[in-house]
């Protein structure tokens, strides 16, 4: 049997299973539920529906960071801090979050670790590495007993500007080893070597939070699976599993960021180089912006409450998937989501105890999608959905129908507001992007979302609800370093340094994972002199000499204008400042290839069954299977398939390209 390689995303409701044959090019895809309380049994049991393969590679796309941190899962974390900055988490960025304005009715959230978890050791660098006082052992030592005795075991160490000079920080991971064995200790200077005293504290201290936990996980799955496997991470790349539960941190938008990589080769194979990416899962909705095939990257992002400035895709989620539950306010209205029924119970519909109704119940009430999932594996109860939509609609004081129809419009203008942070708010022309969607419950709201927001099209691939998993199996490995360095004027010979060293690092780690000819991507952040923050661009490879370091400021200018419409290139009055710069080490891999079906000969398969689009309608309903390229669908229609469902409302059109991928359009 020929080698195949194995993608494996766990989402909140399904666990999706795609497999690629290298040698033929076959792709075979599989799902099953989610096993929220130990999500390798949901991982085993999809590889194992595969049937006896050659496994030659897995790859998995892991929630396991991400939940800990939505869910505020977080305890017996400490955190030790440069004497006299115990209060940094509590200052934190001193702002009120949008919405509250400057209302003292907001109140500041619990901070990640209680400032009676904080303790501080003496010694103290300067902006520039420094030593102004020396590190204090004996403090060190006190601070290690302390955590031994009070039983705390994971550990955040952030010391001032250790960004310039790790050595502070691994003196106290010495301390530590010593002292308190049974600790796990996250360095700043190891999960993110720049600057900004908070962010960096935050971000340390969730690498911190969620390494025992990973370290379980991978740990169990390691010995289950029995053979070496990667986990994706949340800047767009790979990363063994032996090597990533040494920074868990990078894993914490692991599945959402499989997603956007394969719908962007997806699309961009079509001929759609810039696209929207939007996957509809069970519990919650991601969406991502693709600019000539690649998604945006941030250090801005965040996950749940927590600010993360590690690389990762830009991406927003919203509670709003399928198993979102719709409930009435103190206010008396409709409202849906965030929470969710998730895999276990699940909707009403699913018939494992749920007692709330979900979004997939609205769609199951309204017809909009069959009376089972799976191709028939998971039966719906229609009539539980029924019953549940009824009892909320006498609260509401509505039909039945207006109900249904209801929560599924706040499903939909909840997509379409995360959409539009990701464009309006950035700049960008929401009408001139086509929007892919996939996840299981993704296609379900395609049409209403070509109203609300004016897109052009939407493009469904084949096996939407497989596409993370896919996606999984496109990337590369990949590792990024950065390093602080602030000046007007950068000297040539020092960024060399600096870049040389970075890619030492990135070199010496994959040469760890089996690759022996790296690709380096380097770049750099740039501000005018003054500013608060700063602006990525890409900086090119070769020697860094003084027409290296024009062409970086030269692209900075030009970054700047784009996103802000005014740029200082020629005002002398206006220094250009450097603050960072970055290596992204690249272990490059065959990505599968996307490949024409072969024409469809006879009629579509089709049945037909009354489906509620503002009003009933005897509605055409089609499997995807049946339909080749070329093929046009008019609504009202419901095209079907195994993972997933694309009602077509009256007034659309749905047609099938060449590479499988339907189109639909207002008709």
């Known amino acids: 049997m020929s080698s195949v390689r194995i993608g494996v995303d766990t989402g909140g409701t399904f666990t999706d299973v795609v ?159 010593r002292e308190h064995p049974e600790a796990v200790v996250s360095l700043s200077s190891d999960v993110l070597r720049e600057y900004r005293e908070y962010e960096r504290s935050v971000t340390t201290l969730v690498d911190a939070a969620v390494k025992p936990a990973m370290r379980g996980y991978i740990a169990n799955l390691s010995s289950r699976l029995g053979m070496p496997f990667s986990v994706m991470k949340s800047n767009g790349g790979v990363l063994s599993a032996p090597e990533v539960v040494n920074q868990p941190i990078t894993t914490v938008l692991s599945g959402p960021a499989a997603g956007a990589l394969g719908a962007a080769l997806i699309a961009s194979t079509a001929g759609h180089p810039s696209v929207i990416t939007l996957d509809g899962g069970g519990t919650s909705t991601d969406v991502a912006v693709v600019i000539d095939g690649e998604p945006s990257v941030t250090t801005e992002g965040s996950v749940g409450r927590y600010p993360c400035k590690i690389p990762m895709i830009d991406i927003v989620t919203v509670g709003a998937g399928g198993g979102s539950i719709a409930w009435i306010s103190p206010e008396g209205t409709l409202k849906v989501g965030p929470r969710s029924a998730g895999a ?190 700063e602006v990525r661009v890409p900086a090119p490879a070769g020697a860094v000499d003084e027409a290296w370091r024009e062409e970086v400021v030269s692209r900075f200018h030009d970054a700047h204008e784009k996103l802000y419409g005014y740029a200082y290139r020629d005002d002398p009055r206006h220094a250009v400042e450097w603050v960072n710069l970055r290596v992204s080490g690249i272990g490059p891999i065959s990505r599968p290839a996307i490949r024409r079906p072969a024409p469809r000969e006879g009629e579509p398969v089709t049945t037909s069954r009354t489906v509620h689009f503002d009003e009933p309608h005897d509605t055409t309903v089609v499997q995807r299977v049946s339909l080749g390229p070329g093929a046009v669908v008019e609504g009202p229609a419901v095209i079907e398939e195994y993972g997933s469902t694309i009602p077509i409302h009256p007034g659309f059109t749905a047609k099938v390209d060449e590479y499988g991928n339907v189109e639909v359009r207002h008709g």
Not at 344 to 359: A, F, M
Not at 397 to 426: D, H, M, W, Y
Not at 450 to 469: E, K, Q, R, T
Request: hydrophobic letters at 40%; proline letters at 7%.
């Open 19 to 177: 497999a690629v044959n290298e040698e033929t090019g076959e792709i075979v895809t599989t799902k099953t539920p989610s096993t929220p309380a130990n999500p390798a049994d949901g991982f085993l049991t999809g590889i194992g529906r595969l049937g006896p393969l050659d496994v030659g590679s897995v790859v998995h796309g892991t929630t396991v960071a991400t939940n800990q941190l939505l869910e505020d899962r977080i305890a017996n974390l400490g955190f030790i801090t440069t004497e006299g900055f115990e209060f940094i988490l509590e200052i934190a960025r001193q702002s009120v979050p949008d919405g509250y304005g400057n209302s003292y009715f907001w109140v500041k959230p619990p901070r990640i670790v209680p400032v009676h978890l904080v303790r501080t050791v003496g010694g103290r660098l300067d902006h520039l590495g420094a030593e102004v006082r020396p590190f204090s052992e004996e403090q060190a030592v006190e601070t290690a007993r302390w955590f031994r005795a009070k039983g705390i075991t994971a550990i955040g160490v952030c010391f001032l500007h250790a960004y310039a000079n790790p050595e502070h920080e691994r003196r106290m991971r010495d301390v530590l080893a």
């Open 344 to 533: 276990d119970p699940g909707p009403l519909c699913y018939g494992r105890g749920g007692t709330e109704v979900t979004v997939t119940d609205a769609h199951v009430f309204l017809g909009r999608i069959p009376p089972h999932l799976l191709g028939g594996e998971i039966p719906l109860d229609a009539d539980a959905a029924r019953a549940g939509i009824q009892a909320l609609a006498g609260k509401l004081g509505l039909t039945p129908e207006r109900t249904a129809t209801g929560i599924l419009e706040i499903s939909a203008f909840n997509q379409s507001n995360a959409i539009r942070q990701l464009t309006v708010k950035r700049g960008l022309d929401v009408r001139d992007f086509p929007l892919v969607t996939f996840g299981g419950s993704g296609p379900l709201l395609a049409c209403r979302l070509i109203d609300i927001l004016g897109l052009p099209a939407v493009v469904i691939p084949p096996d939407p609800g497989n596409v993370s998993a896919f996606g999984l199996l496109t990337v590369d490995v990949k590792n990024d370093y950065v390093r602080t360095h602030v000046t007007r004027d950068l000297r040539p010979d020092t960024a060399a340094e600096i870049l040389g060293e970075l890619e030492g690092e990135a070199a010496e780690a994959l040469d760890r994972e089996g690759f022996a000819d790296p690709v380096y991507a380097r770049s750099a952040d740039l501000r005018y002199y003054g500013q608060a923050y």
